[in-house]
């Protein structure tokens, strides 16, 4: 007896032990082949010196969610376990806004009026169709600031399964991303470029917002060039980025030289110019008609120098966003969406950190780039589908071709270059040539730095309605939103070296998903295998155990 009680005290010992010591030594294991659930490094930095509660309200929960949501709500709730397990500061929940069926109007409303638009899903299961509303959002608070996070990535075109993979493949980015906003303090300052009839304000107002939110925005004018370019020159080198968004008046050589030794001095910039002058709002007339002519901006040589080139065509296409226009006479007129193939739709097959997993982005007339042979390394990050058609200037066009029927075979242009990242050590435009203005230090080669080009001033600018600006990307007619405001934060995180953030988007996950047509054709066979099987196997057990014992006990 006195044995057995030794034995019992010294398993209750080691037991004691074995539980110290693991709490001591805790440790969590991704035996996933993608790693999906070990943080980056750069998720990790964010997150290390948190000493107060981030506490996150996680609205994806309901009982009546398709299966693939559900894997999302799972994934979710998976990456958030790994944050808390990082550091204990962190802190979630998972609420259902609409479970109460009393408050569910309220809730709705006000979740809505801060941003959180809900999403209407069909779901499909044991044959039935149904429809379900869910709030793939999420709200993480800390130290008196909230910021909402996107739980669901939007991509044209993708099916309810191909969404959850984009979505759970882009949930470290968007938590980390919120997780920086709430405890990084801003360090880059960004200069946007006026003075050359750029956008107005309110044509930009949602980008700036957007950009808002992780760098010091002011507007830098260079119209004191003319008086005082040193003093300018100065001024700008201040700023870790200038922006110029769809200027429209041309750069004199004084302002030239000003940007190029901005380039010069390890500058960043980000440059969206048209070399065609069209818009889409001067069709909006009694003929419907307008002509596009070419627009010197005296930047041919400045752009040549550093290895790209924007040339005066119009990028007509068949893959492209619809015009919206009003179809009929008087009260018997309708909206309808009509092919237009001036607003080209342009993606990437590019794992680059700035266009990974992108949403497809809109173009207005947008132009060709090409690129041209120097050290400077080119990285092309947007370009339109292979159907496609180069349209010289000057040149009619008209509302009327959306009631011609295009012939594919005039499209025979292939892929046209809309977007081009440059790095590396730029030659100065104005080594060995006269200077409008003396230098007191003039640099013939950069210090190693970062340009992109974008051959159209539209993909910054927002739609208006009711005087308000809209959503970046947003089409007000159509509803659907393209990822202009993502590849631009994108290119500007790029451009700032904010590479710890974005390079969290190169992550690959790879979901399984269960083929729910098969589970409902085949429902009936797996249950009775699942059911009978086991019975029948353990009958056949019983039968042979009971024959080997008689026959072993009646010998």
């Keep these: ?263 010069m001095n390890g500058g960043k910039s980000l440059w969206l110019v048209d070399a065609v002058a069209m818009e889409k709002d001067s069709l909006y007339n009694a003929t419907g008609t307008n002509y596009a002519i070419s627009r010197d901006l005296n930047l041919t040589d400045f752009f040549f120098k550093y290895g790209v080139r924007i040339n005066p065509y119009m990028v007509s296409t068949l893959y492209s966003a619809p015009i919206t226009l009003a179809m009929g006479q008087g009260s018997q007129s309708q909206f309808q969406h009509l092919k237009w193939p001036y607003s080209p739709l342009a993606g990437s097959s590019s794992n680059h950190p700035i266009v990974n997993n992108l949403n497809l982005v809109r173009f207005d007339f947008a132009n060709q780039i090409d690129t041209l042979k120097n050290s400077i390394k080119k990285t092309i990050l947007l370009e339109t589908a292979p159907l496609t058609k180069l349209e010289g200037t000057p040149r009619e066009v008209s509302l009327e071709l959306v009631t011609k029927e295009q012939d594919p075979k005039a499209f025979n242009k292939g892929n046209q270059t809309l977007a081009v990242l440059l790095e590396g050590e730029f030659n100065s435009v104005y080594s060995n040539r006269v200077k409008p203005f003396k230098l007191t230090q003039d640099k013939t080669i950069s210090q190693p730095t970062k340009m992109i080009v974008i051959a159209d001033g539209d993909v910054i600018k927002n739609d208006m309605a009711q005087n308000k600006p809209l959503e970046l990307g947003f089409d007000r007619w159509t509803g659907q939103t393209y990822g202009n405001k993502e590849f631009l934060l994108n290119a500007v995180n790029y451009l700032l070296d904010d590479n710890g953030l974005i390079n969290i988007r190169t992550k690959e996950i790879a979901i399984a998903f269960l083929n729910q047509q098969k589970i409902t054709d085949q429902k009936t066979k797996w249950q009775l295998i699942n059911i009978l099987l086991p019975l029948l196997l353990l009958g056949v057990f019983g039968f042979v155990f009971n024959y080997l014992r008689k026959k072993r006990y009646a010998s």
């Design 1 to 263: 007896m006195n044995k057995n009680l030794k034995h019992i005290l010294i398993l209750c010992i080691a037991l004691i032990a074995v539980n110290v010591i693991s709490n001591m030594f805790y440790k969590r294991f991704d035996l996933t082949t993608d790693k999906r659930y070990t943080l980056s490094a750069s998720a990790l930095d964010i997150i290390k010196d948190v000493n107060s509660p981030i506490v996150i309200d996680v609205f994806l929960e309901g009982e009546d969610f398709p299966s693939e949501f559900r894997r999302l709500q799972n994934e979710t709730k998976q990456l958030l376990e790994e944050f808390t397990a990082t550091n204990k500061n962190i802190v979630f929940n998972f609420i259902n806004p609409l479970e109460d069926e009393s408050t569910r109007e309220r809730n709705m409303q006000q979740l809505t009026q801060r941003g959180l638009t809900p999403m209407q899903l069909s779901v499909q299961e044991s044959g039935k169709s149904s429809q379900a509303v869910i709030f793939p959002w999420a709200l993480a608070s800390y130290n008196g600031q909230t910021v909402t996070i996107p739980l669901v990535k939007n991509k044209i075109g993708a099916t309810q399964q191909e969404l959850v993979t984009n979505s759970v493949q882009h949930l470290e980015y968007a938590f980390a991303d919120g997780f920086s906003k709430l405890t990084k303090p801003k360090r880059r300052k960004i200069a946007i470029l006026k003075g050359n009839q750029q956008l107005e304000d309110k044509y930009i107002a949602d980008f700036v917002k957007k950009l808002g939110a992780y760098y010091y925005i002011a507007p830098f004018t260079l119209d004191s060039v003319a008086s005082n370019p040193q003093n300018t020159l100065k001024a700008i080198n201040a700023f870790d980025l200038i922006i110029s968004a769809k200027p429209t008046e041309a750069f004199t050589e004084a302002e030239k030289l000003v940007l190029d030794q901005y380039t």
